[in-house]
């Protein structure tokens, strides 16, 4: 497991990364969490509205990320690096950072999951890399 450094810097960095990779791209909500479920970072649904139970959502997410990776390792596999879910109203992408990290996404089906997926795996590294002591 890697060191975390968390400062108001490294948050307020990250959260500007999010915004302007992810938000102004039309996702509703993004939060950076650790594979523990804290909330590192938390943006978008102010301007969206939105009520999200983050710590809920964050706990939940690492949870399923977690006994994802335990399935992962029965059929062969090391892990699977992100998880999809897609919904009536809205959809929800989990993607790990790193190895600690994990970038989730909500946003309906006016922004298409190509672009969540290039633009996490082009933040994966800036991210990661803020964070790590």
């Not at 102004?24 to 993004?30: E, I, M």
């Not at 139970?53 to 977690?66: F, T, Y």
């Not at 994802?68 to 950072?97: M, W, Y």
């Amino acid at each position: 497991m890697a060191d975390f450094v968390i400062t108001a810097q490294a948050q307020e960095k990250a959260g500007s990364l999010i915004v302007n990779s992810l938000i102004k791209a039309g996702v509703r909500t993004a939060l950076l969490i650790d594979s523990a479920g804290n909330v590192l970072a938390n943006c978008g649904h102010e301007q969206q509205e939105l009520d999200i139970d983050a710590i809920s959502l964050a706990a939940l997410a690492a949870a399923s990320l977690a006994a994802t990776s335990q399935i992962a390792k029965l059929i062969g596999e090391d892990d699977f690096s992100l998880l999809f879910h897609k919904g009536k109203n809205g959809n929800i992408h989990f993607g790990r950072v790193g190895e600690e990290l994990i970038l989730i996404t909500i946003f309906g089906d006016d922004v298409s999951l190509g672009l969540i997926r290039c633009r996490v795996a082009e933040l994966s590294d800036s991210l990661a890399k803020i964070f790590e002591g």
